[in-house]
Nanobody, 122 residues
């Protein structure tokens, strides 16, 4: 099983990025996916999650209304659209997968990607 994040980069405050998490080695339709982020010198924190069907999503309060998680099971890819980015969004973003139902706890996830760096700075 492999999860590969892409789409990170440098952007000015107020800008947008779309992260992708491409999954291989499993059928995405049976898995919930979450995005986490880790800022320099800090712990890894939950950002957003989507359940296996895409019918349920959940976000940390600090990104609600700015970030949108979505999935394309046919493409085995999950996305994180990030708008109105702020300097405090700067971090390495990771995607993770677990069976069916979503969770906010990293210990519940079985598979992880290597991360993609997002830098928000003027």
């Amino acid at each position: 099983v492999q999860l590969v994040e892409s789409g990170g980069g440098s952007v000015q405050p107020g800008g947008s990025l779309r992260l992708s998490c491409e999954i291989s080695g499993l059928s995405l339709r049976y898995y919930a996916i979450a995005w986490y982020r880790q800022a320099p010198g800090k712990e890894r924190w939950f950002v957003a999650t989507i359940n296996w069907s895409g019918g349920s999503t959940y976000y940390v309060d600090s990104v609600k209304g700015r970030f949108t998680i979505s999935r394309d099971n046919a493409e085995n890819t999950v996305y994180l659209q990030m708008n109105s980015l702020k300097p405090e969004d700067t971090a390495v973003y990771y995607c993770a997968a677990r069976d069916y139902s979503s969770s906010i706890y990293p210990r519940d996830y079985d598979y992880w990607g290597q991360g993609t760096l997002v830098t928000v700075s003027s």
